[in-house]
């Protein structure tokens, strides 16, 4: 059951959305937080390791801007458009390049700064390691994750954050999306199945944060995963 900190419709509401997401393929793990009032609900899967796939591009956004606004790093024109591109289309040849310009294992080293405490690179996957493209962590990850986006980052940085989230490209239009909304998503067919992940925000003063990660494992795929996350944000924000 939610917590009592919700109000009676939306407790409502994630009720059917805990039925929904127990009778789609894999495993879902989902956390929902209410930013006025810090009143929180995760699901049973919400602690369960999971492939981020291009989420983390999300925390990798982050520490660029913090590294270059302490001034351990100057960024280019060049390599804000690939930040840019890293977030409006999720483009991994834009991460790769800002990966290994700017030190895979930094980056890394840096993410349980940023909340995700249960983040772990994994190894066997790539010629380097660690490799932004081979990381699992949990939904409470991703959580704590953007949470320290909208309350701890830089505010102007936060503002291109925000921003960026809010307008992304047709191929990141699902998941947590929508009016007043703004997402990061990642989805990507590993070894144990496809992952379909949405991390962001809902409200227009980004009121509400969502994490939806979706590990099909096997069970299904692109589609199936892709609906999962979609009808979950719609019962909960319909």
């Keep these: 059951m939610p917590d009592s900190g919700f109000d009676c419709a939306l407790q409502k509401r994630i009720q059917e959305a805990q039925l929904y997401a127990e009778t789609r393929p894999g495993t ?5 937080r209410d930013r006025h009032n810090g009143v ?3 699901n049973k899967h ?3 390791k999971v492939w981020t796939a291009s989420t983390i591009k999300l925390a990798m956004i982050v520490n660029l801007l913090e590294r270059h606004r302490a001034g351990k790093i100057r960024l280019s024109t060049d390599d804000r458009r690939l930040m840019t591109a890293m977030l409006h289309s ?8 800002l990966w290994q310009r700017y030190n895979g294992a930094t980056f890394t080293a840096a993410f ?7 983040l772990v690179a994994q190894r ?3 010629s380097s390691f ?18 320290h986006v909208l309350d701890e980052v830089d505010p102007a940085d936060r503002a291109y954050i925000v921003e960026q989230m809010r307008s992304v490209g047709p191929e990141q239009q699902w ?13 990507s067919q590993e070894d144990t199945g496809w992952v379909m992940n949405s991390v962001g925000f809902v409200g227009a003063d980004q009121r509400y944060t969502l994490v939806i990660m979706n590990n099909l494992a096997g069970e299904g795929g692109y589609d199936e995963g892709r609906a999962t996350d979609t009808e979950i944000t719609r019962i909960l924000f319909r």
């Design 46 to 48: 919400a602690a369960d």
């Design 28 to 32: 879902v793990g989902i956390v929902l």
């Design 175 to 187: 998941g947590v999306w929508g009016p007043d909304s703004g997402v990061k998503n990642g989805w």
């Design 40 to 42: 929180v609900w995760r």
């Design 130 to 147: 660690p490799y932004w493209g081979f990381e699992k962590c949990t939904a409470d990850d991703l959580d704590r994750l953007i949470n």
């Design 124 to 126: 066997g996957y790539a």
């Design 90 to 97: 999720s483009d991994d040849d834009a991460a790769d390049t």
């Design 112 to 118: 349980p700064e940023y909340g995700m405490t249960g």
